[in-house]
C-alpha cells in the first residue's frame, strides 16, 4: 500500500491512541493475576493482538468488550502450537519468561522483522534462574521447558533492550527462592522499566530497586486481578505534535502529562526548538513555527528518533543526535533508514554509529521506503506534508501500533491519498 503526501496545512484536535506499551503490560499482569482483571480502553493494534493471541493459546481468556477487556488469569497449561509473536518484539520476550512458569514446551516463534531482533540475553538470564530454555543463536525461535522457575541471581546488560528486564520482572513473583537482577551494563529506556514496575504496583506486586535501577530484587508474591486503565500513547501522538510544529496547529487530548512514559521528553525538545507549547490537565497543544536546531540525548526516548530526524530536517540550522545506537535493532536499522529518506528529500546527514547529524533545509518530496517500520511511516508522512509530492511505500505498516493513523491525519486537513 502506498500512501501519497500532498502539502497541506493541519489544524485540529485529535485524541491520543491508547498506549500499546500499557496495554501490553496489562495483559501481562492481568494473565499472572488468578482471577478476572479488566484492562479498560485498551488499544487495539497488530501488536497488542499478538499479545492477546499468544495469551490464549496458553490458558488466559481474553474477552474483548466495548471500551475493555476482560481478562481470566492464573491458570496456564501447554500450548497445543507454535506461540506466532507476529513482529511485537514486547510479545516474544515478555512470553520468553512467562513461559518459564508454563508446565511443559513451549516453543515461540516471531515474524520476518522481529526474527532478526536479539533475545538472546534473557534466554541467557533465564538460565541462571534456572529455566531449560534456548534460542536459535541470539534469535528466536525460542523455546522454553516450563514449569519451574528455581529464582537466584540474573545478570544481563541494560544498553541492548530494557524489554529483557521487564520480561523478568513478570516472573520473578514466582521464582521458588526470589530474584535478584544485576545489570553488567547501565540501563537504557530507562521510562520502560518504570513503566512495568508502575504496572506491577497496579497489580499487587511489588519491587525492590536502587535509584540507578540497576538492582532490582523481588521476593515469592502473588499478583491481584484489577481493573487497570490504559492511558494515552505519546510515542503515536509525537509525530502529530510535529505536524503542529511544521504545517499548522493541532491539539492532541488524553495524554498524561505526568506519564512514566519517556516520549513525552518531546514537548521539551520543541519548545527547545522554539515551538510553542500549551499544556494542559489531559491534553496539548502545538503550533507552527520556525524552528531551530537541537542537540539531544535520545538514549531514554530512543523512539523518537524518527520524530525528531523531520523536525531536525526543517530547522534552520545543523542538529546532532546521539544515545542512538539501539535505534539499530529496532524494525529496521532505523538510523541508516531515517538517513536514507532524509537525503531522498534533498537533507545533509551524516550518520555514525551513535550519532546523526542532520543539516536542516528545505525538504523536497520524494518517494520514501518505509523498510516496513511504522515508526519510518508516520516520521516521513509528517515531512510529507511540508514538503508535499511524497509517497511512502508499505504505509500498511502503521496497524502495527497505530492502526487509525492515515484517517486522523486526513481529519484535521491532511492531504493523504491512499493506493491499495
Known amino acids: 500500500m502506498k500512501a501519497l503526501i500532498s502539502k497541506s496545512e493541519v489544524k485540529g484536535k485529535i485524541r491520543a491512541p491508547s498506549s500499546k506499551s500499557y496495554t501490553i503490560r496489562g495483559l501481562m499482569c492481568a494473565a499472572l493475576a488468578r482471577g478476572e482483571s479488566e484492562i479498560a480502553h485498551p488499544l487495539n493494534s497488530e501488536d497488542t493482538e499478538a499479545a492477546a493471541t499468544v495469551l490464549s493459546r496458553v490458558g488466559v481468556r481474553v474477552c474483548p468488550e466495548a471500551g475493555r477487556w476482560r481478562v481470566s488469569g492464573g491458570d496456564f497449561h501447554q500450548p497445543g502450537e507454535d506461540l506466532f509473536c507476529g513482529d511485537s518484539a514486547a510479545t516474544l520476550r515478555f512470553m520468553t519468561a512467562i513461559c518459564s512458569i508454563i508446565p511443559g514446551k513451549c516453543r515461540l ?53 530494557s524489554q529483557f528486564i521487564s520480561a523478568l520482572l513478570f516472573v520473578a513473583p514466582f521464582a521458588e527462592e526470589g530474584v535478584k537482577i544485576k545489570l553488567t551494563a547501565p540501563l537504557e529506556s530507562k521510562p520502560y522499566v518504570l513503566m512495568t514496575l508502575d504496572c506491577l504496583k497496579n497489580f499487587g506486586v511489588g519491587v525492590k530497586h536502587t535509584p540507578a535501577l540497576d538492582e532490582f530484587e523481588v521476593v515469592r508474591q502473588s499478583y491481584r486481578p484489577t481493573r487497570y486503565e490504559i492511558e494515552g500513547d505519546w510515542s503515536s501522538v509525537s509525530y502529530f505534535l510535529a505536524l503542529g510544529a511544521l504545517a499548522g496547529d493541532v491539539a492532541v487530548e488524553n495524554l498524561n502529562p505526568e506519564s512514566f512514559q519517556g516520549d513525552k521528553m518531546l514537548l521539551n525538545f520543541l519548545r527547545e526548538m522554539g515551538v510553542p507549547v500549551e499544556v494542559s490537565r489531559n491534553s496539548v497543544e502545538v503550533r507552527k513555527s520556525r524552528l531551530k536546531p537541537i542537540k539531544a540525548d535520545l538514549t531514554d526516548g530512543i523512539d523518537l528518533l524518527p520524530t525528531m530526524a523531520v523536525l531536525a530536517a526543517a530547522a534552520e540550522g545543523t542538529s546532532e543526535f546521539t544515545g542512538i545506537a539501539r535505534a539499530r535493532l529496532k524494525e529496521s536499522d532505523r ?64 496497524n502495527k501500533t497505530f492502526p487509525g493513523f492515515w484517517a486522523i491525519l486526513k481529519s484535521i486537513g491532511g492531504k493523504v491519498k491512499i493506493d491499495e
Open 109 to 161: 516463534v516471531a515474524g520476518p522483522s522481529l526474527a532478526r531482533r536479539p533475545v538472546g540475553p534473557l534466554v541467557r538470564a533465564l538460565r541462571q534462574l534456572g529455566v531449560d530454555c534456548h534460542s536459535r543463536g541470539e534469535m528466536a525461535p525460542v523455546v522454553v521447558n516450563g514449569g519451574r522457575l528455581k529464582g537466584g541471581v540474573a545478570e544481563l546488560p541494560g544498553d541492548i533492550s
Open 335 to 398: 538510523v541508516a533508514a531515517v538517513s536514507e529518506g532524509l537525503q531522498r528529500m534533498g537533507v545533509a546527514v551524516t550518520e555514525e554509529k551513535d550519532k546523526l547529524i542532520i543539516a536542516g533545509s528545505e525538504p523536497k518530496g520524494a518517494v520514501i521506503d518505509s523498510h516496513n517500520d511504522h515508526r519510518l511511516a508516520m516520521a516521513f508522512s509528517i515531512l510529507g506534508a511540508l514538503a508535499g509530492g511524497t509517497t511512502i511505500d508499505g504505509a500498511e505498516c502503521v
